[in-house]
């Protein structure tokens, strides 16, 4: 039996779905695991991409790290787990660590890929500059998945959720207080992405991308110094030092393609680039290249 933990604190997001078709793809039954609120219909569709059981545990309710690790290690425990599948996030990169060391499991950070026959699996290194391959020795295993780097599946499975009651440790830290990010779509789950950088000028100017990213359902991105200077906010910067993101369309305006810009982007299956200098290093990256003023080809 293979357990994904998921965060449904903020509903249930793509990346989840991928996680389950990931652990369905592993070939064993796929139990889920959260906590929060989430209702049971929406749970159920956990389902349809070959979950057969959704255990929630509805006391812990806001973002806690160590009772997190302490709910999914005393499951983990109870039912003699030894393969533990989460979606790469900010909840995987604080608890799977955590949960590694508590289990003495051996953790994969960032698959790309399915292990392969041998066991072997795609890892994405060095800010996506590179693909390492790794092994896990350990009995106990812990993988998390990078957002949309393996499609999702559906594999209709009748799902039964069970609410579970379980003794957590105490919470050591307490949310305070929560600001929800603008913006429907979440940018690294986005498969869709519009962004700009500084050749826009000034934040005035962002409808234009606004717009075209509305008209296809597109989360907006920008570069770093477009965040720095406060045109757009911090949860937009992509790149070496904002978020990595994987998306199948990047649509970068006025953005030269600095590298570490491209160290966050280039995961992308398709990047399409507009920009007035044929020379910028963008192009070099680029699928598709529009030599032009973004002011006049985004509103076209
Ligand atoms: P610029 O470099 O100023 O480029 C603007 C581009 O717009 C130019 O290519 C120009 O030809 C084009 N342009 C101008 N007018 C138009 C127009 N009307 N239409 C179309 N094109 C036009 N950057 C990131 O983005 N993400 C990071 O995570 C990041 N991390 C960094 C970490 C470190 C340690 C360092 C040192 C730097 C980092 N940077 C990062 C900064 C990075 O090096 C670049 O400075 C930055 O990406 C440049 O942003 P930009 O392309 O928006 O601006």
Request: with cysteine; net charge negative; proline share 5%.
């Amino acid at each position: 039996m293979i357990l994904v933990y998921i965060n449904t604190l903020n509903g249930i997001g793509k990346s989840s779905y991928e996680a389950v078709t990931y652990a369905k793809k592993m070939g064993d039954s796929v139990v889920v695991l959260t906590n929060g609120n989430e209702e049971e219909s929406n749970l159920s569709s956990l389902g349809d991409y070959g979950a057969e059981k959704v255990m929630i545990h509805r006391e812990i309710t806001s973002f806690e790290s160590g009772q997190i690790c302490d709910l999914i290690s005393k499951v983990a425990e109870q039912h003699g787990i030894n393969t533990i599948v989460f979606s790469h996030d900010h909840v995987s990169k604080a608890v799977a660590p955590m949960l590694s060391t508590r289990l003495s499991a051996g953790l994969v950070p960032g698959a790309i890929s399915l292990p392969d026959s041998n066991g072997h699996i795609d890892v994405n290194v060095f800010s996506g500059k590179a693909i390492a391959k790794v092994a896990i020795n350990s009995d106990k295993k812990i993988i998390s998945l990078l957002p949309n780097s393996i499609p999702l599946e559906k594999n209709e499975t009748t799902c039964v959720v069970e609410e579970l009651s379980l003794d957590i440790c105490e919470a050591k830290i307490k949310l305070l207080s929560k600001k929800e990010l603008e913006g429907d779509i979440p940018l690294p789950e986005a498969e869709l992405v519009v962004s700009a950088g500084r050749g826009l000028k000034g934040p005035e100017n962002w409808g234009m991308v606004e717009d075209l990213a509305k008209t296809m359902g597109a989360a907006t991105a920008c570069s770093r110094p477009v965040s720095d200077i406060g045109w757009r906010p911090h949860h937009e910067h992509v790149g070496q030092t904002g978020i990595a993101i994987r998306p199948n369309l990047y649509i970068a305006a006025g953005i030269s393609g600095a590298i570490q810009h491209l160290a966050g982007v280039n995961g992308s299956k398709v990047i399409v680039v507009i920009n007035t200098d044929p020379e910028a290093p963008f192009f070099k990256a680029a699928d598709y290249g529009i030599i032009g003023d973004a002011f006049e080809v985004l509103p076209k």
